[in-house]
């Protein structure tokens, strides 16, 4: 079956070693129908480490690439190794994708290879969003994970969702944008209902923050923001897509691989926002000069 270039997001997932790069392609599969389960990385039986000594060592060497169907776009999601050793892979799947998904830990916040391929990442001007991973791991902080992004790249970063809670209190995620709550499930895919009036403060206070970056995504969001005080739904979808696919905001996601909650959010928000290859080049910046790759 033809697809349209309209119809593709090519996206990589990148990001520090034990992030859950992998896990996240595995939910992603899992959610689409592709795979009746998603598997651990230390069961061996992940999709994108299938190489002998990726089983055995338990991480990604090679870039694999899975492609599967989301609400009528399809997507080729491209899982990289996540150590400086193999930081080739890594640069193969920028040139070949027009996205990309930073996994950060939600216990440390930017880490070292973080760093690095965000330089990587600004060099070829391409946009990216950031997933929050391990929500219910001990130590896991939502705030302070996403303060530390902020602080280390001075990025406008947007939070599209945020948890219901922190650690062992962990009980899936909130979604902005369409101000409904996802439960974790643990064993199936997340359930879908009201949020919970106990966040509603916490809810108030992210989504000011959303809305003032979508806001920045175009000139007359702005002005109607500085007039009304707020904006509309639509007016904050355009937003973020305008300012995503021009490389002028982070969204930001979060959530857990190992119990597969924050999947449903992300897989909409690349499907409505993620830019299609049509019209999209690759190149390098450097000193101000653009080079064509």
């Known amino acids: 079956m033809s697809v349209s270039s309209t119809e593709l997001r090519n996206v990589a997932i990148v990001g520090h070693n034990g992030t859950g790069k992998t896990s996240l392609l595995e939910q992603m599969l899992f959610y689409s129908g592709v795979i009746s389960r998603a598997e651990s990385v230390e069961s ?34 491209l899982d990289t190794p996540g150590t400086a050793d193999f930081i080739g892979e890594v640069i193969l799947a920028f040139r070949a994708c027009e996205s990309a998904i930073v996994t950060v830990d939600a216990r440390d916040g930017a880490q070292i290879e973080t760093i690095k391929l965000w330089r990587r990442l600004n060099e070829r001007n391409k946009p990216r969003a950031v997933f929050i991973n391990k929500m219910d791991r001990e130590r896991a902080a939502f705030s302070s994970a996403f303060d530390h992004l ?11 969702t945020i948890p219901m809670g922190d650690a062992e209190n962990f009980k899936g995620v909130i979604n902005l944008i369409e101000k409904q709550a996802y439960f974790s499930t643990l064993n199936g895919k997340e359930t879908v209902g009201p949020i919970p009036a106990e966040y509603n403060d916490l809810v ?30 639509d007016d904050i979808r355009r937003g973020l897509r305008e300012g995503f696919k021009e490389n002028r905001l982070v969204p930001a996601f979060c959530g857990s691989t190992a119990q597969g909650s924050g999947i449903t ?25 653009e080079s064509e790759i």
């Open 44 to 77: 061996g039986k992940t999709v994108s480490d299938y190489t002998e000594e990726e089983i055995s060592r338990k991480i990604s060497i090679h870039t694999s690439l899975a492609s599967f169907t989301w609400d009528d776009k399809t997507f080729t999601v």
């Open 150 to 160: 902020k602080e280390q790249f001075h990025a406008t970063f947007v939070p599209v």
């Open 204 to 233: 108030e206070e992210y989504t000011v923050l959303l809305v003032e970056a979508a806001a920045e995504g175009a000139d007359d969001l702005m002005e109607k923001y500085f007039d009304a005080g707020t904006l509309e739904v």
């Open 265 to 289: 959010s992300l897989l909409t928000f690349i499907r409505n926002n993620f830019p299609s290859p049509a019209g999209c080049r690759d190149y390098i910046i450097r000193e101000n000069v």
